[in-house]
């Protein structure tokens, strides 16, 4: 089992910058593949970005494609989603999530394949 604690959120105005962390307890961190998720009010918790265990193979919603970065430090048990050129669109509260499993392309963007969430960290971009 893993317990995730996301930080980092804000309000920034459009065009600006943050990043996001997460940090996961535990000693297996390197065997989950990481993902994070963004819910805005009213709407569907929906796919940003994910990244495989090792770090090498990185995936992203088309809407953040060029503007955000998923990475990890498997010795410092994290994950990071850095922001750049944000947009009002962004608002939302980000989730951090983990899964054991081994999915593909498609299914590691569906929330319901991921086992361990956070609490979620609040980030809003004025415009």
């Known amino acids: 089992q893993v317990q995730l604690v996301e930080s980092g959120g804000g309000l920034v105005q459009a065009g600006g910058s943050l990043r996001l962390s997460c940090a996961a307890s535990g000693r297996t961190f390197s065997s989950y593949t990481m993902g994070w998720f963004s819910q805005a009010p009213g709407k569907e918790r929906e796919f940003v970005a994910a990244i495989r265990r090792s770090g090498g193979t990185t995936y992203y919603a088309d809407p953040v494609k060029g503007r955000f970065t998923i990475s990890r430090d498997n010795a410092k048990n994290t994950v990071y989603l850095q922001m750049n050129s944000l947009k009002p669109d962004d608002t939302g509260v980000y989730y951090c999530?983990?899964?054991?499993?081994?999915?593909?392309?498609?299914?590691?963007?569906?929330?319901?394949?991921?086992?361990?969430w956070g609490q979620g960290t609040q980030v809003t971009v004025s415009s």
């Open positions: 999530a983990a899964t054991p499993g081994l999915f593909g392309n498609t299914a590691l963007r569906s929330w319901n394949n991921y086992d361990y």
